[in-house]
């Protein structure tokens, strides 16, 4: 019996590791922001629609999936619209955006899901001649409509309808082009060390989508 718990429990401490990175550096984040004033606030700010979608995974965010290692693939697929404005911008390369989803799951898990996040953007790169690029990390609440069929069925510990929400996402557009982008996002949820629900795990979506600028 201790044999057969090893390999869940070395499951449940690659997932809490990675939930360590998303939080720790959100709040670092934060506090800068809070130290110094944005710049010309109000001026820029934009709202924006984004539409993604992507299969489910069960693999470790910071050991395989970001290492793009041993990443597996369960049968469902999540279809997510949203709605987002930047509210702050801190310099010229950053900015605060407040965002909204609803998501569909297809195949082994058939849910609705809402999220909400607060998003962090560096808008600036050296290639941004040659490819407009930008790096996000977004950090909320995500919940289901009913309990998640897969999450419930992968985790020892089961899932809950509330988690917390991550995002991380690349965007890429045309310099000629400053209205639509190609988007790639890691969709997380996750129960962060058990806070929620006593969720120790946590469930990933490899997504690609666009965002269109609406202003």
Request: glycine share 10%; proline share 5%; net charge negative.
């Amino acid at each position: 019996p201790i044999a057969s718990r090893a390999p869940r429990d070395r499951h449940y401490t690659r997932h809490q590791r990675s939930l360590a990175i998303g939080p720790a550096v959100f709040a670092m984040l934060c506090l800068v922001s809070l130290c110094f004033p944005g710049y010309a606030q109000g001026a820029g700010d934009y709202s924006y629609l984004v539409a993604y979608a992507g299969p489910y995974s069960d693999s470790s965010l910071a050991e395989d999936i970001l290492t793009l290692q041993d990443i597996k693939f369960e049968d469902a697929y999540l279809a997510t619209v949203g709605y987002g404005r930047v509210f702050r911008r801190p310099s010229e390369r950053r900015q605060w955006e407040l965002e909204g989803q609803l998501g569909k799951w297809f195949g082994d898990q058939t849910n609705l899901e809402l999220n909400a996040a607060v998003n962090h953007r560096w808008t600036a790169f050296p290639w941004d001649r040659l490819i407009d690029t930008s790096l996000a990390l977004g950090n909320g609440l995500s919940l289901a409509s009913s309990t998640p069929e897969l999450e419930e069925k992968l985790e020892e510990d089961g899932t809950a309808r509330l988690l917390y929400y991550l995002n991380l996402e690349a965007t890429f557009s045309p310099p000629v082009s400053d209205r639509w982008a190609i988007i790639i996002r890691i969709h997380h949820r996750s129960g962060v060390f058990g806070l929620f629900g006593g969720v120790k795990g946590g469930s990933n979506t490899l997504s690609l989508g666009v965002k269109f600028n609406l202003d």
